[in-house]
């Protein structure tokens, strides 16, 4: 479907790689830079390692002009693609994908091979690290790759096996392929595929690029988010059972899930809420003084962040996870999802004495809570550096702990990587600039402390609607904030996917790999990949959309069901409230319009929060996914 559309798209193309900038009619660029480093020197070095000189280069720069590299030509495969042996799981992984998506375009197989014949060649290969001091030194490096296209030969080139996946990826996206939604792709079909000369050098803005799946629904939905966080080149997943003891969820699929991270080479952090996975409520009987001190009591779940035992213990627990999942690079050491913390004499430092007459100031109850739960964390980090040196812990700093660093307070471990929610901040202003947002600048004020200290840390935003009807046109937002933190050095961002908004998603896809892009050129090509034949006219009503919000004060949809329930209400909900009968009326007549029957679907999915304008359609966005043992 969207064949001439998508011809279209393969020529704009994705913002990931910068392509504008290296038409193949202009005299080619050797770099298409992201981010500060010149890669001119390293880029040079690499031609004269593997077998071309620097002469090469330009003599390739040269013959541009005058023909493309033919992957198929009238349905007959005309290259073989060429993966050396032996090659790490994610560069077979990476010819396979190439394979699969060039038949399914043009019902052509190209042969995979372990050494070039003749023939046009798409050669994948990895470069070694220890060629590349910078590699060494910036973690963002592992993701940086290289495309060559030439008349006979294609290389795709990247610093790690993941980074060539992500080169193959770009290229079928180069062909008109899009991954807009999980199970939801847009692949055209052709009898003839060609790719005109170029040369792309790409490297990510952040080095975490996280998405979290909450809350593991089907293992097919699990498999299709982490597949789609591949394909959009981000580069970790979070699974998060948010159990009550042992993540029984997580054992249950590991067997199914893992394999399919491994083929990508994507990072996996496991937990969510988790002082009541690693310490369940059910050892309260038991142990009544692990648990928090809150209103005169102990009561689980929360824990008692001070107690040795408990801590002891809950070492104990985590390192038998570990034993039992060695997949686990990161595990958390979240609170409850709640706002209770333990208020007893040792958490609070002595600040706080039972029964006296003066109470100190909330303020200064949290900060020095916040410091018990670091020093717990550390002691946590601490014991399993021992047991498990190659993994960190993940702490959140959410509800709870949403404070900036307090003085005195330890700076977090090394194999620490810190969590900066974003929870409840203004939806629809940037975190810096006008119209300014008090909340969004005491948060991101916030995290420059805790940033400043941190060996390893990340923003954790809410890129997803998770609050009904779902809806919630942020993109303009979302780029303009990760402009922000890249010019901050933030080394990443996460977001949560519970009520899955489609193009706020993709857009921060792109932007967490280039933030310099262009909003509504991102929208447009979401809206013009997706829907077809109604892609312009969905992008209009998306950009609309998101003009027309931006600046008002808000979170998320909050207000747009329920104004009564605000005093006064958020202008951005009652906002949304007023779209509603206009975007039931346009959606409908798109749905009667479209000729694509695909497009039909999605955009009935895309009616569902408007019309039922209710807690339904959490994941409307989303295929139905279901599980052949279901
Ligand atoms: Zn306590």
């Not at 005058?66 to 007959?76: L, P, R, S």
């Not at 009503?541 to 209400?569: C, H, M, V």
Request: aromatic residues 10%; glycine residues 6%; hydrophobic residues 40%.
């Amino acid at each position: 479907m969207g064949t001439g559309r998508s011809l279209a798209l393969a020529s704009m193309n994705p913002t990931f790689s910068l392509a504008r900038l290296a038409t193949p009619n202009k005299r080619q660029q050797v770099r298409v830079g992201i981010g500060n480093h010149s890669w001119i020197p390293a880029w040079c070095r690499w031609w004269l390692l593997f077998g071309g000189t620097v002469c090469f280069c330009l003599t390739l720069a040269r013959s541009v002009c005058c023909a493309g590299f033919i992957f198929v030509n009238k349905g007959q495969p005309m290259a073989e693609i060429v993966v050396g042996e032996p090659s790490a799981l994610p560069i077979s992984f990476a010819g396979q994908e190439l394979q699969r998506y060039l038949k399914e375009m043009s019902g052509a197989e190209l042969p995979i091979v372990n050494a070039p014949s003749k023939k046009p060649a798409i050669v994948l290969v990895s470069r070694s690290s220890d060629l590349d001091k910078q590699a060494l030194e910036d973690p963002r490096e592992e993701d940086h790759y290289r495309l060559s296209i030439a008349k006979k030969n294609v290389r795709i080139e990247g610093a790690s096996p993941r980074a060539v996946l992500f080169g193959v990826y770009d290229i079928l996206e180069r062909l008109g392929c899009g991954w807009c939604v999980p199970g939801d792709e847009v692949v055209p079909k052709r009898a003839t595929i060609e790719l005109a000369p170029l040369r792309v050098d790409a490297r990510p803005a952040f080095q975490y690029r996280m998405m979290l799946d909450f809350h593991m629904l089907t293992v097919a939905q699990t498999i299709a988010i982490s597949d789609w966080i591949a394909k959009n080149r981000m580069n970790w997943v979070r699974e998060c059972p948010n159990a009550h003891g042992e993540p029984k969820a997580w054992y249950d699929r590991r067997d199914r899930i893992v394999p399919e991270l491994k083929k990508r080479g994507l990072h996996l952090i496991v937990g969510g809420h988790t002082m009541h996975t690693w310490l369940p409520e059910t050892l309260f009987d038991s142990h009544p003084e692990w648990f928090a001190y809150d209103g005169g009591a102990r009561k689980p779940p929360t824990l008692c962040v001070s107690n040795p035992e408990m801590t002891t213990q809950l070492i104990q627990n985590m390192e038998q996870f570990l034993g039992r999942c060695p997949e686990v690079d990161v595990i958390d050491l979240w609170h409850t999802d709640s706002e209770v913390f333990c208020r007893c004499a040792k958490c609070l430092r002595g600040i706080a004495i039972e029964g006296a007459k003066e109470k100190p100031p909330a303020d200064a109850v949290q900060s020095a809570y916040v410091i018990s739960y670091i020093e717990f964390v550390n002691r946590v980090a601490g014991a399993i550096a021992k047991s498990h040196p190659k993994v960190m812990i993940g702490p959140l700093i959410y509800s709870q702990t949403d404070r900036a660093m307090p003085d005195g307070c330890p700076a977090p471990a090394d194999n620490v990587l810190l969590g900066l929610a974003h929870f409840h901040r203004d939806s629809y202003r940037p975190l810096v600039g006008e119209p300014k947002s008090t909340i969004n600048l005491r948060f991101l004020g916030n995290d420059l402390t805790w940033i400043a200290k941190s060996k390893h840390s990340y923003i954790y935003e809410y890129y997803n609607c998770w609050v009904a009807p779902y809806v919630y046109p942020g993109a303009q937002v979302i780029v303009r904030d990760l402009q922000t933190l890249e010019s901050l050095q933030v080394q990443g961002v996460s977001s949560d996917m519970y009520g899955y908004s489609p193009v706020n998603m993709y857009v921060a896809a792109r932007a967490l790999w280039a933030p310099n892009i262009s909003w509504k050129e991102a929208v447009r090509e979401f809206c013009l990949r997706y829907y077809g034949d109604v892609g312009e006219e969905m992008a209009e009503n998306e950009l609309q959309l998101e003009t027309g919000i931006f600046g008002l004060n808000g979170y998320q949809a909050s207000g747009a069901r329920d104004p009564e329930k605000w005093s006064p209400p958020p202008a951005a909900g009652l906002y949304l409230q007023r779209q509603r009968p206009e975007q039931i009326k346009l959606l409908n007549g798109m749905i009667a319009r479209t000729r694509d029957p695909q497009v039909k679907a999605r955009l009935e999915r895309a009616l569902k929060p408007w019309s039922l304008w209710n807690k339904e359609p959490r994941f409307w966005a989303f295929p139905e996914f279901k599980d052949s043992n279901e």
